[in-house]
């Protein structure tokens, strides 16, 4: 696993059991109860995590790449999803932590308002951007377009008509839950008056129909790293839907669709392609000069070389964004040519060869 795929999966905060803000000795002292805990000489077996304590703490225990990792997972392109039959495992972007404090504030209600009452964030929104190969390798800026909501302008989101204010709802006093006691507990419910905002719109706004928000369609210009591959989603900070009652906005996603190349396909961070040579250079030897993606390169070919035999140009590969990752190779398979339509003088000295050479089996 590269360092790079690591950074996509790994979330070494919480490998470390530290906060996100937490201060280097910090995370060095929880690496050090955590090493000693697992350290494989005392605890056989404990390989494993104590492999993964080790990389969490190289990059948070170093001010510059722990700095470089939180960037990354800012604006991380995440791993594509594993196509088709899904184990049903979503990816773990689409978890929010919002949600798990509706399902408890709802549940266990002591006072909290309803979420809904206050600043809500706004929704995220997916969307794709098709580039092809050389710019999926090299990276590039461009515009996408997103479709999705905006605040209506005619209210400033309010949902209320110009001139009018929404007023707070009296069945809720503007808590926007009701309480209902159950026995022991108390649940509280979304207000059925407001539908949970809190407050009442009498006159809506002609706009937005007193939703507060209109359908938009936004040129956004986003920054695509160089290496990444077909699938890969890419998330924006606050670029999705917005937010209500002050509320922060979703993000967006952008779903990454690479062409087809007809010289390159990729493994990894390797390119490969493929080089034809004819049989006496492969018997020879021969220096060939193979395409790189914007020039080329010229590679030795040893005598006896086999077709399917893959050279290697070193460093010609991908080199993906930012990271301190070594780039890819070009890696080069051979086919031999073995003609078809000889002429006369062609043949006679190929039969000659035949004559001379040894039969192998
Ligand atoms: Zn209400
Ligand atoms: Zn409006």
Sequence with gaps: MSANSEWYEKDYYSILGVDKSASEKDIRNAYRKLAKAYHPDAHPGSEEKFKELSSAYEVLGDAKRRSEY????DQSPFMPRTGGGGGGSEPGFNFKV?????????????GRRNPTAG???????????????????????TSVNVIGEAQCRTCHGTGAAPGSS???????????????????FSFSQPCPACGGRGLRVDLPCNSCQGTGTVPSNRKLNVRIPAGVEDGQRIRLKQKGGPG????????????????????FSRRGNDLVTTSKISFPQATLGTDIVV????????????????????????????APSGRRITPGDLLVTIEIVIPKNLSDEQRKLVEELARILPKEV
């Design 70 to 73: 939180d960037s990354f997972k």
């Design 98 to 110: 919002e949600d798990l404090g509706d399902v408890f504030g709802g549940l266990f209600n002591k």
């Design 119 to 141: 600043p809500q964030r706004g929704s995220d929104v997916d969307t794709s951007l098709s580039i092809t190969f050389i710019e999926s390798i090299e990276g590039l800026t």
């Design 166 to 184: 929404p007023v707070v709802c009296a069945r809720c006093q503007g808590s926007g839950s009701v309480n209902e006691n159950q026995g022991f």
């Design 244 to 263: 209500r009652n002050g509320g922060p906005s979703g993000d967006l996603y952008i779903t990454i669709k690479v062409g087809a190349d007809p010289r």
């Design 291 to 318: 395409p790189t993606l914007r020039s080329s390169v010229k590679l030795r070919v040893p005598a006896g070389t086999k077709s399917g035999q893959v050279l290697r140009a070193k460093g010609y590969g991908v």
